[in-house]
């Protein structure tokens, strides 16, 4: 399966590449060491990484207490909300990991007003993106307990600054899904874009690992994007196009 993934994306050949968290199992070491071999491998320009609930230690409590990030800034820098830019693309990372919320993820009051502000420093052009580890919007009802604490107010003050897409993971359950299916009163269109598993045995629904390809260029008129799911077959040892969503997006920034 790693070979496969490796295999898509130099094929593919993206300009970023996103690893919306939950990079370990366990927040080790040796873990963090052999996801940071794995990400040298793709070879791509950019990446922005974000920690999820399980790059954080649980059985180690005095780590989890005293340093829960240590062993990810070790391998992945010391800035734990990354931020992304280029003449078609704003990405820009949430960390809403909490280690006193075990599993359960979090966004401030802070952390949505940062938000807010970069986003209206956006570009017209630009295809403006927010990452956070645990979802805005499920699909499921046993999902619900997984939503982001906080997620209404963040999503409402991105919306007015100009996201268009909303990136999470957590859940392994792959989705794009209008975000006016849980607020009526956004005012703009917002999607949210939730990741399946890429290389774990945590699988959901039937589904088998898959990832997600975005694709967006400033020079299409009316502003659009695509949106590709990629999932593994075993059998031919190779990750397919399986589904394609275009989304019609807002045009300019805020309202």
Not at 20 to 31: L, V, W, Y
Request: net charge positive.
């Amino acid at each position: 399966m790693v070979e496969a993934l490796l295999r898509l994306v130099h094929e593919q050949s993206p300009d970023l590449v996103v690893l919306s968290g939950d990079i370990t199992q366990r927040a080790r070491r040796s873990q963090f060491r052999a996801a940071r071999a794995f990400v040298e491998r793709l070879a791509v320009p950019d990446t922005l990484v974000l920690p999820g609930n399980h790059d954080i230690p649980l059985f180690n409590v005095v780590a989890r207490l005293l340093a829960p990030y240590a062993n990810h800034q070790r391998v992945f820098r010391e800035e734990l909300e990354p931020e992304f830019e280029s003449a078609d693309l704003l990405v820009i990372g949430v960390n809403t990991t909490r280690p006193s919320r075990h599993k359960d993820g979090e966004v401030s009051a802070g952390q949505i007003a940062r938000v807010s502000r970069r986003l209206r420093r956006a570009h017209d052009a630009q295809l403006r993106i927010v990452v956070t580890h645990q979802p805005v919007h499920v699909t499921r009802p046993e999902d619900e307990t997984n939503v982001l604490h906080g997620h209404r107010e963040a999503v409402c003050a991105w919306a007015g600054a100009g996201v268009d897409l909303i990136l999470g993971g957590h859940i392994h359950l792959p989705y794009v899904r209008p975000l006016s299916e849980r607020f009526s009163d956004l005012p703009r269109i917002v999607w949210a874009v939730q990741a399946g598993t890429a290389m774990s045995s945590r699988v959901r629904d039937g589904i088998p690992n898959s990832v997600n390809v975005i694709r967006y260029t400033q020079a299409e008129r009316p502003r659009r994007c695509v949106v590709e799911r990629w999932d593994h077959e075993a059998l031919a040892q190779r990750f397919t196009l399986v589904h394609r969503t275009g989304i019609h997006l807002s045009g300019g920034g805020g309202p």
